[in-house]
Nanobody, 121 residues
Framework: QVRLEESGGGLVQAGGSLRLSCAASGGTVSTTSMGWFRQVPGKEREFVASISWNGAFTDYVDSVKGRFTISRDNALNMLYLQMDSLKPKATAVYSC??????????????WGQGTQVTVST
């Protein structure tokens, strides 16, 4: 079973940048779409961004378009999320996963521990 480990989160001031990384192990993810999701306490996990298996297609939630960039390195089994011009409302735990368009985030059975992103005013 593929295991996922997120890193790169931290505390940043509004307007700053962070780059999140997601390392996949236990199997290859190079033939599967991947996505980033985020969750704040008391709220449902939400979709942030997705990328096709070859990187040719990407999609973003409207609130991050133009500021976040998802990318991947299939040779390294890695997924990334570059987050620029961060806003306080981006504060959340960010997690990566395989991405299936027909799945709501609540339907995924496995999640890594995620990485905390905190954006201060």
């Amino acid at each position: 079973q593929v295991r996922l480990e997120e890193s790169g989160g931290g505390l940043v001031q509004a307007g700053g940048s962070l780059r999140l990384s997601c390392a996949a192990s236990g199997g290859t993810v190079s033939t599967t779409s991947m996505g980033w999701f985020r969750q704040v306490p008391g709220k449902e996990r939400e979709f942030v961004a997705s990328i096709s298996w070859n990187g040719a297609f990407t999609d973003y939630v409207d609130s991050v378009k133009g500021r976040f960039t998802i990318s991947r390195d299939n040779a390294l089994n890695m997924l990334y999320l570059q987050m620029d011009s961060l806003k306080p409302k981006a504060t959340a735990v960010y997690s990566c996963n395989l991405y299936y368009t027909s799945y709501a985030p609540s339907e995924y059975e496995y999640w890594g521990q995620g990485t905390q992103v905190t954006v201060s005013t």
